[in-house]
């Protein structure tokens, strides 16, 4: 079985940073694009970012410039460095990462959600 564990959220003042850490455990052969989504109340879930195995990364357009997302591939673990938060980045923050277990194919696994909070 696998198990995505994550860490880091928190309350933070406006112009502030948070660091957040998703990581992997269990049965893993292979693990393929890692992902960051967020999802703030009365709203759909989003892409904030994404990273393939080579490092390639992709973000949401409310982020660019301000989260960086990065990988360990050696502890199977995903990043997601946040700075200049604003309070529009309240939401509960997911990782997810698409992982070959014991098939021979990738499936999709979630992390339980980290709560961020900007605010005064």
């Known amino acids: 079985q696998v198990q995505l564990v994550e860490a880091g959220g928190g309350l933070v003042q406006p112009g502030g940073s948070l660091r957040l850490s998703c990581a992997a455990s269990?049965?893993?052969?292979?693990?393929?694009?890692m992902a960051w989504y967020r999802q703030a109340p009365g709203n759909e879930r989003e892409l904030v970012a994404d990273?393939?195995?080579?490092?390639?990364?992709n973000y949401g357009d409310s982020v660019k410039g301000r989260f960086t997302i990065s990988r360990d591939n050696a502890k199977n673990t995903v990043y997601l460095q946040m700075n200049s938060l604003k309070p529009e980045d309240t939401a509960i923050y997911s990782c997810q990462m698409r992982i070959r277990s014991r098939s021979f194919v990738y499936n999709d696994y979630w992390g339980q959600g980290t709560q961020v909070t900007v605010s005064s």
């Open positions: 990273i393939d195995r080579g490092g390639s990364t």
């Open positions: 269990g049965i893993i052969y292979s693990i393929g694009t």
